[in-house]
C-alpha cells in the first residue's frame, strides 16, 4: 500500500513558476514508476510526465515539454514537479501517482494503482 500527498499548489501569475511535491509513505516507492496527472474542470484527466525507480527513464507530454521537470529523492520519499512558464492552460487540478511498473514509466491512467488526492494550480493571464 502507498499513500500519496500532495503539495505546492496554489496561485501563480502567467510567465511564472511551481515546485509540486508528492509525500509518499510505505517502503516501495524506490521500486516503482512515479507520474503526474492533471485535471482540468470539464476535461479528462491527463498524462504530464513520469518517472522511472531510479530517475534514469522519464516522459514528458508534448504540452509541458520543455516547461517542466521530473524528479525524485528516493532517500526522502518524495516525488517533485518543477513548472516554469507557466500559461493559463496549464490550470489544473495535478495528481501524483504510483505504478507497479519499475523499469519504463507509464504514460496512461490504468497503469497507476495509488493516487494522491491532488492539489490545485492556478495559472493567471
Known amino acids: 500500500q502507498v499513500q500519496l500527498i500532495e503539495s505546492g499548489g496554489g496561485l501563480v501569475q502567467a510567465g511564472g513558476s511551481l515546485r509540486l511535491s508528492c509525500a509518499a509513505s510505505g517502503r516501495t516507492f524506490s521500486s516503482v514508476s512515479m507520474g503526474w496527472f492533471r485535471q482540468a474542470p470539464g476535461k479528462d484527466r491527463e498524462f504530464v510526465t513520469a518517472?522511472?525507480?531510479?530517475?534514469?527513464?522519464?516522459y514528458y507530454a508534448d504540452s509541458v515539454k520543455g516547461r517542466v521537470t521530473i524528479s525524485r529523492d528516493n532517500a526522502k520519499n518524495t516525488l517533485y514537479l518543477q513548472m516554469s512558464s507557466l500559461k493559463p492552460e496549464d490550470t489544473a487540478v495535478y495528481y501524483c501517482a504510483a505504478s507497479g511498473h519499475p523499469y519504463e514509466p507509464p504514460r496512461t491512467l490504468l497503469d497507476y494503482n495509488y493516487w494522491g488526492q491532488g492539489t490545485q494550480v492556478t495559472v493567471s493571464s
Open positions: 518517472i522511472n525507480w531510479s530517475g534514469s527513464s522519464t
